[in-house]
């Protein structure tokens, strides 16, 4: 019963999770059209860039949305943990269409500095970006929390996507902005900016997303969890323990040695309590206890 309501519970925050997916689809649809329109028809290379990276995270938002309806499968034979990873992998998609958008901005934008071609745009480019800003900042903070609070690996890429968004328009608009006083080259570099923040916020969700793939795991957060199970009643030392994440999950394995005079009923409630504390403590809802008996333990380290 217990499993039942867990699971239940995890649909739920994933179907709140698509929320968050939708509406940046919906911000960004609206923003890409609009920018990608001022800037052709006002000539400004910076709002054009920040109108061809919303235009692409379009299809990034909807790679999210993909893994966090294949994230609600239950499991299977061939899955029996579930398929909460889909998250994962939808970040790390998300970061590879990222990363061939910042790519082309950069390409683009040097082409057309080497050109030699500088137009001044119309200052009401400057008053788009600086708009679509603030709106992406308040889609940051809206998906930002949400990702929080479910604790959604794939909505929080989307959201530090959001706010690299909101800050790249800012700097569209500051580029935009200096070429109206007298500094056209201001509106090139501002899309080389663009660019470069695009790539940077690519390879940090790409980097988290691979780390999280390949097993690895926080060490500091690692600690902390070996740290409460030590203090556990009855646990006289953790010979292992290990934990990865599975998609927003954390797995937990530990190996406890106990007093080897206790009977098995003993052992168990040691395990029961381990589980209850981590649940507790940092929100760890599957963790694998093995309980072993200390003398044997440290008989077994001795030969070894």
Not at 129 to 158: E, H, P, S, W
Not at 173 to 187: K, S, Y
Not at 195 to 218: E, M, Y
Request: overall charge negative; aromatic content about 6%; charged content about 20%.
């Amino acid at each position: 019963m217990a499993r039942r309501i867990l699971e239940v519970d995890d649909i739920q925050q994933l179907r709140q999770g698509e929320r968050g997916a939708w509406l940046s689809i919906a911000a960004y649809i609206v923003l890409s059209g609009l920018k990608l329109t001022i800037g052709f028809l006002f000539l400004s290379e910076a709002l054009q860039a920040d109108g061809w990276n919303n235009l692409t995270d379009i299809i990034a938002s909807v790679a999210v949305l993909i893994g966090l309806r294949i994230s609600q499968k239950p499991p299977d034979e061939d899955h029996p943990y579930g398929h909460y990873r889909a998250e994962t992998i939808a970040a790390l998609i998300a970061s590879f269409i990222m990363a061939t958008v910042g790519l082309q901005v950069l390409i683009t934008t040097v082409r057309s500095i080497f050109s030699g071609s500088s137009t001044v745009p119309n200052m009401l480019t400057g008053w788009v970006a600086l708009g679509c800003a603030v709106v992406m900042f308040g889609v940051y903070t809206y998906n930002k929390r949400l990702a929080d609070r479910i604790r959604n690996q794939a909505l929080l890429a989307a959201a530090q996507d959001n706010r690299s968004d909101a800050l790249v328009s800012i700097g569209a608009a500051v580029g935009i902005f200096g070429a109206q006083l007298g500094m056209p080259w201001l509106d090139p570099v501002a899309a080389l900016t663009v660019g470069v923040i695009i790539c940077k916020t690519a390879w940090c969700i790409f980097r988290d997303a691979t780390h999280t793939l390949t097993d690895g795991f926080d060490e500091l957060q690692l600690n902390n969890i070996r740290a409460t199970i030590e203090k556990t009643k009855g646990v006289c030392a953790i010979r292992d323990v290990k934990a990865r994440l599975h998609g927003s999950h954390v797995l937990v394995d530990v190996v406890v040695l106990v007093d080897p005079q206790l009977t098995l009923i003993e052992g168990h409630l040691i395990s029961d309590n381990i589980e209850s504390r981590m649940k507790r403590k940092h929100n760890i809802a599957s963790v694998h206890v093995h309980v072993e008996p200390l003398a044997e333990a440290l008989e077994h380290h001795e030969h070894t």
